[in-house]
């Protein structure tokens, strides 16, 4: 079955840039969607489209995309910002829908 | 605004079976496709079905195939999800979310917990 690839963990210093890399053979073919989640809440989407921001998304959050790699960049993080990091695309068919197994953004 | 609320988990022994429900406001459920999307403890999101605006289409993941429906009832706003021959590996938080115009998950609920337990 088809997988998304993402680091378990990132650390970042308030002030500094997190990026956050999913990778996947299928990516060239399927947008990527990213989806912001903080301890006991539901998922957030930030960023679609591998480069749109929904609206009341922070501009300091950007996508984008590089062959069967997209990352998601936070720049100048902020201690709010801590919390586990889900991309998500679909198979080359865009026949269902796949999630990255999450990266946990900590803020040092 | 749009709130989707989630209901129906639980514990529940391993081959037994569990409905869960999610009732939407906030925009024109009758539509939108939904999902049932789950997250076992510690681990990652797992897509598990879809539902198109009018009931015709669904899809589902491999893994719950022949135990798993999703349904829903446009009259009621509400979304099902019927889960027969629970298994272990089924026990995660299971949350319903909406399709949007070109994204997938655009909004989700809080979450239901469900636990397959001897």
């Known amino acids: 079955s088809y997988e998304l690839t993402q680091p378990p963990s990132v650390s970042v210093s308030p002030g500094q840039t997190a990026r956050i890399p999913c990778s996947g053979d299928a990516l060239p073919k399927q947008y990527a969607f990213w989806y912001q989640q903080k301890p006991g809440q539901a998922p957030v989407l930030v960023i679609y489209?591998?480069?749109e921001r929904p609206s009341g998304i922070p501009e300091r959050f950007s996508g984008s995309r590089s062959g069967t790699t997209v990352t998601l960049t936070i720049s100048g993080v902020q201690a709010e910002d801590e919390a586990d990091y889900h991309c998500q695309s679909a198979d080359s068919n865009g026949t269902y829908w796949v999630f990255g197994g999450g990266t946990k953004v900590t803020v040092l | 605004q749009v709130q989707l609320v989630e209901s129906g988990g639980g514990v529940v022994q391993p081959g037994r079976s569990l409905r869960l429900s999610c009732v939407a406001s906030g925009f024109s459920f009758s539509s939108f496709g939904l999902h049932w999307v789950r997250q076992a403890p510690g681990k990652g999101l797992e897509w598990v079905a879809v539902?198109?605006?009018?009931?015709?289409?669904?899809k589902y993941i491999e893994s719950v195939k022949g135990r798993f429906t999703i349904s829903r009832d446009n009259s009621k706003n509400t979304l099902y999800l019927q889960m027969n021959s629970l298994r272990t590996e089924d026990t995660a938080v299971y949350y319903c979310?909406?399709?949007?115009?070109?994204?997938?998950?655009?909004?989700w609920g809080q979450g239901t917990l469900v636990t397959v337990s001897s």
């Open positions: 979310a909406k399709g949007g115009r070109g994204v997938p998950f655009d909004y």
């Open positions: 539902i198109s605006y009018d009931g015709s289409h669904r």
């Open positions: 489209n591998d480069s």
